[in-house]
Every structure is written in C-alpha cells, then in structure tokens.
C-alpha cells in the first residue's frame, strides 16, 4: 500500500524559512511527477509545486523565487525548501504523488501545518 509521510512543518516567524519533506514507499513504480499542494483555512487547496521525473518544475506564481522543490528519484523522496516565509503562506501543506500503471494514480500525504506568524 502506497504511503506519504512527510515531516518539517511547524511554527515560523515571517521572513523565516522550513524544508518539507516527503517519503513514499509502498511499491510506487513509474512516477509522472511529486509535488505539494497547500489549503489555508477557508479556502480551497492550490497548488504549490511539481516536480516531474526529468526535472521540470513547475511553481504557483505567488511562492516563485521563494520556494524551492527537489526530488530524489532513487529514495522517491520529494522536498521543498520555502524561504522569506510570510503570513498568507500559512496552511495545512500535502505531498502529493502521480503514478501511471494502466491509469494515472493520485497519492495524497496526511499533510503537515506551516504557521507563519507576523
């Protein structure tokens, strides 16, 4: 059974910076990409960032230059490094991973709380 974990989050003063991470285990196989998505309170889940098997990245336009994924293809580990933290970035971040086998295959963390205070 495929499993996220991820670790990292916590409480930050703004300006401040946290890494996230994120393992998958379970026996995933031919990764379309890895990736975090973010949901404050209220408000729908947007997208932060993917990253895609050859390197490709993709940002939301509000964390360009801020934030940072990486991938480790080997340890199918995915991280992402968030720097000039500011109060709106507070959510609830998920890892999120896409597999394909006959069909695409969506994988969901648990997710873990980013807190920036002003």
């Known amino acids: 059974q495929v499993q996220l974990v991820e670790s990292g989050g916590g409480l930050v003063q703004a300006g401040g910076s946290l890494r996230l991470s994120c393992a998958a285990s379970g026996g995933i196989f031919s990764i379309v990409h890895m990736g975090w998505y973010r949901q404050a309170p209220g408000k729908q889940r947007e997208l932060v960032a993917t990253?895609?098997?050859?390197?490709?990245?993709n940002y939301a336009d509000s964390i360009k230059g801020r934030f940072t994924i990486s991938r480790d293809n080997a340890k199918n580990t995915v991280a992402l490094q968030m720097n000039s933290l500011k109060p709106e970035d507070t959510a609830v971040y998920y890892c999120?991973?896409?597999?394909?086998?006959?069909?695409?295959?969506?994988?969901w963390g648990q997710g873990t709380q980013v807190t920036v205070s002003s």
């Open positions: 999120t991973v896409l597999t394909v086998t006959t069909k695409l295959n969506e994988y």
């Open positions: 990253i895609f098997s050859g390197g490709r990245t």
